[in-house]
């Protein structure tokens, strides 16, 4: 069974500028999550989806921030403008189930985002 | 807002020795889960105890469960090089999302 794959592993950008990180969950994984981990911290959840529709979004700073999941299966996370303080890991994960209840979630590599 | 806190936040043993880690948490919660993440293979799903259980084994880790006191202890066996790793604990709100303690740096040294 092919696990969570996200791209790009690795990106460099100047602050002001805009990025995007995809993530593909694992096949018929209804509930996808987008985390941002800041180096030595855990991972913080900053969007929930349940097939294409949004579950929590509350930790989501949505004047820079915006993800979407078209057709309920990848997902696309938006930064624009990048600021210094969004240097981390973003890491996306799925699970089974509704909304994930009582589930393992499955993590993709991450995305290593550096901001100068 | 920070739910699972791990102790110690560093810990370094001998290649064999047995490993314990503990995670304490603010809230009533429904389950707690332990992960594992390391460069190689990114972060990993370990065991998942619910608040009804006690105790749940898994190959030569052991979580145990104390809701009473709103914690729980990792038991790592017999450690390994492979071992090597941060170790997160991972308690779910009323919403069921996962809030994360800032983790426990294990070291195996051979």
């Known amino acids: 069974e092919a696990g969570v794959a996200q791209s790009p592993r690795y990106k460099i950008i100047e602050k002001r500028q805009s990025v995007a990180f995809w993530c593909n969950p694992i096949?018929?994984?209804?509930?996808l999550y987008w985390y941002q981990q800041i180096l030595g911290q855990g991972p913080k959840l900053l969007i929930q989806?349940?097939?294409?529709?949004?579950?929590?979004d509350s930790q989501l700073p949505k004047d820079r921030f915006s993800a979407e999941r078209l057709k309920g299966v990848d997902s696309t996370l938006k930064i624009q403008p990048a600021k210094l303080e969004d240097s981390a890991v973003y890491l996306c994960?799925?699970?089974?189930?509704?909304?994930?209840?009582?589930?393992?979630?499955?993590f993709g590599p991450g995305t290593r985002l550096t901001v100068l | 807002s920070q739910q699972g806190e791990e102790d110690p936040q560093a810990l370094s043993i001998q290649e064999g020795e047995n490993a314990t880690m503990n995670c304490s948490y603010k809230t009533s919660i429904n389950n707690l889960q332990w992960y594992r993440q390391n460069s190689g293979r990114g972060l990993v799903h370990l065991i998942l105890?619910?608040?009804n259980e006690r105790e749940k084994h898994s190959g030569r880790l052991r979580v145990t469960l104390d809701t009473s006191k709103k914690s729980s202890s990792l038991l790592i066996t017999a450690s390994r090089a492979a071992d090597t790793a941060s170790y997160f604990c991972a308690t779910d709100n009323s919403n069921y999302q996962l809030i994360w303690g800032a983790g426990t740096k294990l070291i195996i040294k051979p």
């Open positions: 989806f349940q097939n294409n529709g949004v579950v929590d």
């Open positions: 105890i619910r608040s």
């Open positions: 994960a799925s699970s089974s189930g509704t909304s994930g209840r009582g589930r393992a979630q499955y």
């Open positions: 096949s018929g994984h209804a509930t």
